[in-house]
């Protein structure tokens, strides 16, 4: 099984729908979470960190389940510039960093 | 925000040559830096961690005298990609982590293309 494990799609979605991600991670012991969108041949940019209580940044939100190990990200009132891919990210490690990446969920938003 | 340079943002060299890649963060020492390869449609690969004056850890399945990894000074780590080959065209990537946030500032990258 993948550390981390996402639904690589791709997604087609018209502009304005409404889309979701889910990301299952293997270690229960892990603390960090994050989402990181990734234009094609650039370097990943952090979205949102996911916290406990699930957070929301105007039209996205993250959630974290730590009983299932998953987190999502819901994206609200898409638009063609959300198109990319998606990244999860977990930090497996107890203490310091271990960030391990998903292989990421490719988004396309169509006119 | 902090940057990262990443220096060059493309090469092609001949099989059998060996390439270097820079990362450097400008406005931050960077105790720890990541490097990462990223083949077509795959996600991000780490391939090791490199500490300022120590020497970097491997991941496993990467081999340490093919990618060597230099970490110098709080500002600069390096990839070398000795006598590359046509399997070593990829895209690679460095990070860095600045104090002891979880939040990765990323290089924007480099494309090898072994002919």
């Known amino acids: 099984r993948k550390e981390v494990e996402q639904d690589p799609g791709p997604f087609n979605v018209p502009e304005g729908a409404t889309v979701a991600f889910n990301c299952t991670y293997s270690n229960s012991a892990s603390q960090s979470f994050f989402w990181y969108r990734q234009d094609c041949r650039k370097e990943p940019k952090l979205l949102m960190s996911v916290y406990s209580s699930g957070n929301e940044d105007g039209r996205f939100t993250a959630q974290l389940n730590r009983a299932s190990q998953y987190i999502s990200l819901l994206i609200r009132d898409s638009k063609l510039s959300d198109s990319a891919t998606y990244l999860c990210?977990?930090?497996?490690?107890?203490?310091?960093?271990?960030?391990?990446f998903g292989a990421g969920t490719i988004l396309r938003v169509k006119s | 925000g902090a940057v990262v340079s990443q220096h060059p943002s493309r090469v092609i060299c001949k099989s059998g040559t060996s390439v270097k890649i820079e990362c450097r963060s400008l406005d931050f020492q960077a105790t720890t830096m990541f490097w990462y390869r990223q083949f077509p449609k795959q996600s991000l690969m780490l391939m090791a961690t490199s500490n300022e004056g120590s020497k970097a850890t491997y991941e496993q399945g990467v081999e340490k005298d093919k990618f060597l990894i230099n970490h110098a000074s709080l500002t600069l780590s390096t990839l070398t990609v000795t006598s590359a080959h046509p399997e070593d065209s990829s895209f690679y990537i460095c990070?860095?982590?600045?104090?002891?946030?979880?939040?990765?500032?990323f290089g924007s990258g480099t494309q090898l293309s072994v002919l």
């Open positions: 990070s860095a982590i600045r104090g002891h946030e979880e939040k990765l500032f």
């Open positions: 990210v977990v930090n497996m490690a107890e203490y310091g960093n271990k960030l391990v």
